[in-house]
C-alpha cells in the first residue's frame, strides 16, 4: 500500500539503522516518516517480495521502493542536513560510511556452528574488523573533532556509531568490547560526542527506542 510518507521497514532493533532513523528524524521530524518495525517470525514471508532479499528498505511517497542501508542512510542524510555540501568533507564522510557498512557486511557467521562462528568471529575481529576500525579512528582524529568534518554531526559519524556502539554494547557476537574501549579509545570517545549530540538525545526523547538489540 503506497504512503504519502516515506515507509523505513526494517526488524525491532538498532542494527544497520540506526544512523538511518536518525537521519530521517533529522529530516521529517517524528510525524512525517513512518518506522515499520516487522517481527523476525515474519521475515521469511516477507523476504521474497523485497528487491534483494534483504531488509531495510525505504518505500518512497512515490510507491518506489529503495534498498542498500549506506544509500538510504546518505540519502536521508541529505535531505536532513547530515551531510557535506563540500565534496572533499563529502568524500570523508562517503568513505567512512562504507566502511562501516563493509565492516558489517563481511562479518562471518553465516552457516557456521556455534564454534565455528566464535572463532571466526574472534579471527575477523583481530583481522579486517580491526583494520577497518583502524581507518575510521584515522579519520576521526584528522579533525579537531569532535565529529568527522569538525564540529557538525554527518551521516559518516552516525554511520561510525552503528559499528562501535554495537561492539561496545556487546550486541556484535564474539567481538569484546574492549576491542574498541582499550584498543581504539579516539573512537570511544567519538561515541560518546555523537551520543550527546543534541539530534541523538531528541531521537532518543522522541521515540520509543527500546529493542531486542541495542536502543533501537
Known amino acids: 500500500m503506497t504512503t504519502s510518507l516515506p515507509k523505513l521497514t526494517y526488524f525491532p532493533a538498532a542494527g544497520r539503522t540506526w544512523g538511518l532513523r536518525i537521519a530521517l528524524h533529522s529530516a521529517y521530524g517524528k510525524d512525517g516518516w513512518i518506522d515499520e518495525r516487522i517481527q523476525f517470525k515474519d521475515w521469511a514471508a516477507m523476504k521474497p517480495t523485497t528487491p534483494l532479499g534483504s531488509l531495510p528498505i525505504l518505500e518512497l511517497p512515490s510507491g518506489k521502493v529503495m534498498t542498500q542501508c549506506d544509500a538510504l542512510t546518505r540519502w536521508a542524510g541529505k535531505q536532513g542536513g547530515l551531510y557535506p555540501e563540500d565534496a572533499a568533507e563529502a568524500l570523508v564522510v562517503d568513505e567512512t560510511t562504507a566502511t562501516s557498512f563493509e565492516a558489517l557486511n563481511q ?62 554494547s556487546g550486541d556484535f557476537d564474539f567481538v569484546s568490547p574492549s576491542l574498541v574501549i582499550d584498543g581504539f579509545s579516539e573512537l570511544a570517545a567519538h561515541r560518546e560526542a555523537v551520543l550527546n549530540h543534541d539530534l541523538v538525545k531528541d531521537y532518543y526523547s522522541t521515540y520509543d527506542t527500546k529493542s531486542v538489540y541495542h536502543k533501537g
Open 107 to 168: 562479518t562471518p557467521g553465516r552457516g557456521l556452528s556455534l564454534e565455528e562462528k566464535k572463532t571466526a568471529r574472534e579471527e575477523y575481529a583481530q583481522g579486517f574488523l580491526s583494520t577497518a576500525l583502524k581507518l575510521l579512528e584515522k579519520r576521526v582524529t584528522e579533525t579537531s573533532g569532535p565529529f568527522l568534518t569538525g564540529d557538525k554531526l554527518t551521516i559518516g559519524d552516525l554511520s561510525i556509531v552503528m559499528l562501535t556502539d554495537m561492539i561496545i
